[in-house]
């Protein structure tokens, strides 16, 4: 094995096989950092964090097989401490070696928190590598000695990879396009036609995809290590259930196994690598979504993994009165203690490395308010661990994405703390869906979104680019679901349909599910076409789910998280069906780059063009009367000045059932041109950059349920079509 492919965590590894681990290998007193495992030219440093440890056993396997390790070191106090770390240096070593640690102390404390277990086998926290190809999840909850059944970590040398110049793409957020996927179920389908489905190697065989769409960057779901083994229950149909979208992390250095061709060569980072790199050749940056506020060791009945076994009482949110139990904010039976010094150092650290070793562009924290609480779980006004990200001088051009919220009641999307945080906008996601779904009395809270919802960003002196603007994610319907279903159809999960959100602003268009109706399944294309045409004449920063642009559905499951199955991969059989809507999507990103009135990221402030409009003018029906006041009102039209040369636009959504006329602004020697028309069918619904059609007279019939975006364009001899 190369060093090259001495990277990444290893599953069913019976090709990984370290060089024989040298049983008089010369043990010296090592460095206390970095911690990890650092080889060098001469061996590897080992180094480890516990506090209250009393005694550290590092454990050296010749072979990831192994039932018992070759060699265990115990590390002399005097010679391999140095205050809190735990630290030797093995000559000899090298990248590929297994290891592993056992770990003794305090037990379960009352006072102290402590849960040292000198019977199970423990994961180095750094690892850049880990091994489940013996691990069971049972022996390391029950009181037993687990060597035979653990996982074991394996030391990496990073160093030999060809990244040939590239580096992160830092594209401006006011010019990013977001696309949220899952690495796996993008191409795990049988329909993806790819060679290697539900892997990083095929996400890179879907590129031409997503070029052709106009994105600017991949939000991957969790590919950090997690426990995908790990059975939830069984469904209604007896199939057991398991963690499918990863959002249960146990390593956070690591690429997660299953993503890889070939575990069995352990070639895990370098084809994370190569799926970077051909990412940003392509333009597209990579975003990973982190989940920093709990781990897949759970609560006081959860297995001893890592964090647990070495330092529970700094990395865990315990009950102050009784430290034997874990708070949980998060829903997952535990909640990582985020601003414990040695916690957030191990968060940066982390985030460091991915950028600094992977080319990594971007970060999208789970549950990221989780992060804000102190050791006794209130909310702090300055987390050291949010502004240590924030002031990172290594992310310090990175993205930095927040979900503003957590399981526990935090909810901070007007007020997170720090200025470079973007947030999901929950509220944009709301009063979208309702709006288009013919909801009235909605129109300032849409101007409000729109404008780039200066009410929750604007007080923080903030941007638009603050808000990530979304209207479905990961989390709760597909973009088809939204209008083919009233309600969340979740039995297959298991919860007896209890799960997932149950209000979703949505609305069938008549039918519960699939329909044969042709009028209904315009409508509902329609509906789809309107949502992505105000999401891209939105400022802020738009992110659209994988399998949007091609009506992908998971039969009304709102909540995926637990269907390693068809209900939540991709079906690219629909995308040879929906070939216009890709081109509406694609559309409407070209129309994104083409008119930066769309995508400033300053908030509108009145001032004027060259032509004396103002940067924005709202209307209903008639010009300058919006209706803010009109409870009944569903129209919203407005008009946005172009600086320096660039054309005005007008926009106008009606999302009343009935077809109205709208007034349209006088600008002399500049008449309106159809640009988009979500009413009328591909390929008219949106038309390229030189081939709008000009407007006749001083109105436009907006059909009912439809956006219209039309362009002010020089009028050269009246000549234009």
């Not at 700094?314 to 909640?335: E, K």
């Not at 973007?422 to 779904?437: E, I």
């Not at 949502?531 to 939105?538: G, T, V, W």
């Not at 803010?628 to 926009?651: C, I, K, N, Y």
Request: with cysteine.
């Amino acid at each position: 094995m190369t060093m090259s492919q001495a990277a990444g965590h290893v599953e069913g590894a019976t090709g990984v096989k370290a060089a024989p681990t040298p049983r008089t290998a010369k043990v010296t007193a090592g460095r206390p950092q970095p911690l990890g495992a650092a080889p060098d030219s001469a061996g590897v440093n080992f180094s480890v964090f516990s506090e209250h440890a009393t005694r550290v056993d590092l454990l050296l396997f010749d072979h990831c097989e192994d039932p018992q390790p070759s060699r265990v070191i115990t590390l002399d106090p005097e010679q391999h401490r140095s205050r809190h770390f735990w630290h030797c240096h093995v000559a000899g070593l090298r990248a590929g070696q297994v290891y592993a640690y056992r770990m003794d102390g305090p037990g379960h404390t009352r006072e102290l928190g402590t849960r040292f277990n000198h019977r199970k086998v423990l994961l180095d926290p750094y690892a850049q590598a880990n091994i489940n190809s013996r691990w069971d999840r049972v022996r390391a909850v029950g009181p037993e000695d687990n060597v035979e059944t653990c996982m074991r970590s394996m030391v990496v040398d990073l160093c030999s990879y060809d990244w040939q110049d590239d580096r992160p793409l830092r594209v401006p957020l006011a010019e990013s396009v977001i696309y949220e996927m899952h690495v796996r179920g993008l191409t795990a389908s049988p329909t993806s036609g790819v060679d290697h489905p539900g892997t990083f190697s095929a996400v890179v065989e879907k590129i031409p995809h997503l070029v052709s769409l106009g994105v600017t960057a991949v939000e991957l779901l969790p590919v950090f290590d997690f426990d995908e083994r790990q059975v939830l229950r069984n469904g209604p149909d007896g199939r057991p259930l398991h963690n499918y979208w990863g959002y249960n992390p146990f390593a956070f250095f690591a690429p997660h196994t299953a993503y890889c061709t070939s575990p069995h060569l352990a070639t895990h980072i370098t084809e994370f690598r190569d799926m970077v790199k051909a990412l940003h050749r392509a333009g597209i940056e990579v975003i990973l979504d982190v989940v920093f506020n709990h781990t897949s060791e759970g609560n006081e009945h959860g297995p001893m993994i890592s964090f647990r076994g070495q330092a529970n009482e700094a990395y865990y949110h315990l009950w102050p009165q009784d430290r034997r139990h874990y708070m949980d904010f998060t829903g997952y039976g535990n909640a990582v203690n985020a601003n414990h010094p040695v916690t957030a150092k191990f968060i940066i650290e982390c985030l460091e490395y991915w950028v600094r070793e992977h080319h990594v562009d971007g970060f999208r924290f789970d549950l990221a308010s989780e992060l804000s609480r102190g050791s006794e779980g209130y909310e702090m006004d300055s987390p050291p661990v949010l502004w240590g990200i924030e002031l990172s001088e290594t992310l310090a051009e990175t993205k930095i994405i927040a979900e503003p919220w957590n399981g526990g009641g935090l909810y901070q999307v007007g007020h997170f703390p720090g200025k470079r945080w973007a947030r999901w906008n929950g509220p944009y996601r709301d009063d979208v869906r309702r709006f288009v779904r013919g909801d009235a009395g909605l129109v300032g809270a849409v101007a409000c979104r729109i404008s780039g919802s200066q009410d929750l960003f604007g007080p923080q002196e903030e941007l638009p680019t603050n808000s990530i603007n979304f209207i479905t994610s990961h989390d709760g319907f597909t973009l088809n679901d939204l209008v083919s279903y009233d309600h969340k159809h979740n039995h297959g999960n298991g919860e007896s349909d209890a799960d997932g959100s149950h209000e979703n602003y949505s609305w069938n268009c008549g039918v519960e599910g699939p329909s044969g109706s042709e009028e209904i399944e315009e409508l509902r294309l329609r509906q789809i076409r309107n949502m992505l045409a105000i999401l891209m004449l939105s400022r802020g920063v738009p992110m659209i789910l994988a399998g949007d642009e091609f009506r992908n559905s998971q039969g009304g499951n709102n909540n995926g998280y637990c269907q390693d199955n068809q209900i939540s991969w991709l079906d690219w059989e629909q995308a040879a069906l929906h070939t216009g809507l890709q081109r509406f999507v694609a559309g409407m990103t070209e129309l994104r780059r083409q008119f930066p009135a769309v995508r400033e990221p300053q908030f509108f402030s009145g001032r004027r063009s060259e032509r004396g409009l103002p940067d924005v003018a709202w209307h209903g029906t008639r010009l300058e009367q919006p209706g803010w006041e009109d409870t009944q009102a569903r129209v919203l039209s407005f008009t946005l000045a172009g600086f320096q040369g660039e054309p005005d636009l007008h926009v106008i959504l009606n999302m009343y059932h009935l077809g109205l006329d709208f007034e349209l602004p006088s600008i002399p020697g500049r008449p309106w041109a159809r640009r988009v028309d979500t009413a009328r069918p591909s390929p008219d619904d949106v038309l390229p950059a030189g081939s709008e059609k000009r407007v006749q007279g001083g109105t436009y019939h907006a059909q009912g349920r439809s956006v219209v975006v039309l362009a002010s364009l020089p009028d050269i001899g009246g000549k234009h079509p």
